[in-house]
């Protein structure tokens, strides 16, 4: 039975955020709307990338089951993840409580909560991945045989398909990692003995070469047209970074709030600290706890804690970025220096390091703290001192991100399209001279007044079958100019009093229909309803489809 408890708190506790959102109907999340003309297998229009795999998964479940029942699948999944991988992980340095403990913090806590508030499944994926891949490097570091290397070397290949950002990310920290554990073997002199007798730099030399190749191996269907595209994010410019940068508490500033793992740049949803005015200081909690763990685990000579606390510094200070004047310069460094940094444009997601950090060490500082008071109150009983210990770090999570239970404390709940939608693609279907069809309102986000008008990722192409023109404009006053397009001029005359015959440019582009969902700032385009240029073929209360004359 002991070994299948963890599996059943992860489980229990998946169950206890995802079961509210598990009704009928989508989950509307930001950058997460899913709808039931989603088509994984639509590759057409950005190639074949580092995901199609996960798409390619994706679709094959899709025959299993409906859009709405994965997307829940989806998010319980990369909720479970981050839990059961850092228990297994912490296993290897404290005892099966602690490491729950671990488990749990890793599991519920602010950077979590705000990535799944912004539907960045994806990210939270790479975040659960991320003990995977040290775990790998850790077991190998135990014991330098050929096969846990190269198992090691086939986990971190496959992080790029998991999630590309937090391939980037984990590389890093295992870089620095890998350089920490060498630096500690070389003032071993049975270390050094060994790694002179089984080939020395030779040797290393050979492993960085398999390592190379297996991950050319395993990434070379996406790499080829990645480096020979677009897709190398030159698109991406340091106006991105100012868009989406970190943002700070109005109290306690930026550096407080990352620590604090809050600042994503998006505050279209309740956090905890809007609910509960202490919150400042169960994080400060965590720091002190996980300052007291790093200092003892440093002095225990443990490589890992060493290298958790190389890294968080500069975890910090990437996270910051652009969100003050002290790291905004750093950022600009990177950017031009650094191969494919600019990938990173929100670098808030970096302090997923930091999460980690506090994941891994609170359960030491706190046991170790708990220890010292005893001895200093006499108490002999050491199982009451463990029983404290992990009772202590079972608690602080649900203190510090509580708030993520029940569906984010009733934030996130189905709702379904209104019928509307579905007779409007139902008249798209039956119309054979269909060709490709505009969607407004014209925004890349709309607020949805059906789904408790939240403010989420235009819902167009993954709602309907064909083929939908929809606006990529994020209505950032930094990037307004850098998204314009020759559609964005055109759309602008659809929402004048009266409206030219444009007729010529949609024939041109293909476009066959106009679809407007009357959700957002829809009443701009009223001008349709009366415009000789265009046939109203159905209308209702939520919808209606205009066919160009």
Not at 426 to 453: G, S
């Amino acid at each position: 039975m002991k070994k299948y408890y963890p599996i059943l708190i992860f489980s229990g506790l998946t169950a206890a955020i995802v079961a509210p959102f598990f009704g009928s109907g989508f989950v509307f999340l930001i950058d997460m709307v899913w709808g039931p003309g989603m088509d994984f297998s639509d590759i057409a229009r950005k190639g074949i990338d580092s995901g199609f795999p996960l798409q390619m998964v994706l679709l094959l479940l899709h025959h299993f089951f409906s859009a709405e029942v994965l997307q829940k699948i989806v998010l319980a999944g990369v909720l479970f993840l981050p839990g059961i991988a850092m228990y297994r992980l912490s296993l290897r340095y404290m005892s099966r409580s602690l490491a729950t403990g671990a488990g749990l913090l890793y599991m519920l806590n602010l950077y979590v909560c705000e990535r799944l508030m912004a539907g960045h499944w994806i990210v939270m994926l790479g975040y659960g991945f991320f003990p995977v891949s040290v775990f790998f490097l850790d077991r190998y570091f135990e014991l330098r045989t050929w096969r846990r290397f190269v198992a090691f070397a086939l986990v971190f290949s496959v992080y790029p398909i998991v999630s590309i950002h937090w391939a980037y990310i984990a590389s890093g920290f295992l870089l620095v990692y890998g350089i920490v554990k060498s630096i500690k073997s070389e003032k071993s002199k049975v270390d050094s003995v060994e790694n002179f007798e089984s080939g020395g730099w030779r040797n290393v030399f050979l492993k960085m070469t398999i390592l190379v190749a297996i991950f050319f191996a395993v990434n070379g269907f996406w790499l080829a047209g990645f480096f020979d595209s677009s897709q190398t994010f030159s698109n991406i410019t340091l106006g991105d970074f100012e868009a989406f940068s970190t943002l700070p508490d109005p109290n306690f500033g930026i550096y407080f709030n990352v620590l604090a793992l809050y600042g994503f740049w998006s505050s279209n949803f309740l956090e905890f600290k809007d609910f509960f005015s202490w919150w400042w200081m169960v994080a400060l909690a965590v720091m002190f706890f996980s300052f007291i763990g790093a200092l003892m685990e440093i002095r225990r000579r443990n490589v890992l804690a060493r290298a958790v606390a190389v890294v968080f510094v500069p975890a910090l200070l990437l996270s910051v970025g652009y969100g003050d004047s002290f790291t905004r310069p750093i950022i600009d460094f990177l950017f031009a220096t650094l191969p494919f940094f600019r990938g990173l444009r929100d670098t808030e997601k970096i302090s997923g390091i930091i999460a980690f950090s506090y994941a891994f060490l609170t359960p030491l500082g706190i046991s170790y703290v708990v220890l010292y008071l005893g001895k200093i109150a006499h108490i002999q009983k050491e199982n009451y001192l463990r029983f404290f210990s992990s009772a202590s770090v079972a608690v602080i999570p649900f203190l510090w991100a509580g708030t993520l239970l029940f569906g984010a404390y009733g934030q996130i709940a189905p709702y379904d399209y209104p019928r509307g939608w579905y007779e409007a693609e139902a008249v798209l279907q039956a119309d054979i001279k269909t060709n490709e069809v505009l969607f407004l309102p014209w925004h890349m986000y709309c607020e949805l007044n059906f789904a408790d008008r939240a403010m989420v990722a235009n819902p167009a192409n993954a709602f309907f079958l064909e083929t939908m023109i929809t606006g990529k404009n994020m209505d950032n006053r930094l990037l307004l100019e850098a998204e314009k397009s020759i559609w964005d001029e055109h759309v602008l005359l659809l929402s004048g009093e009266i409206i030219p015959d444009d007729r010529e440019f949609w024939k041109s582009a293909g476009v066959s229909h106009f679809v407007v969902a009357k959700t957002d700032d829809w009443e701009k385009f009223s001008a349709l309803y009366s415009s000789d240029y265009f046939e109203k073929e159905y209308d209702s209360e939520s919808m209606t489809v205009f066919k160009i004359k």
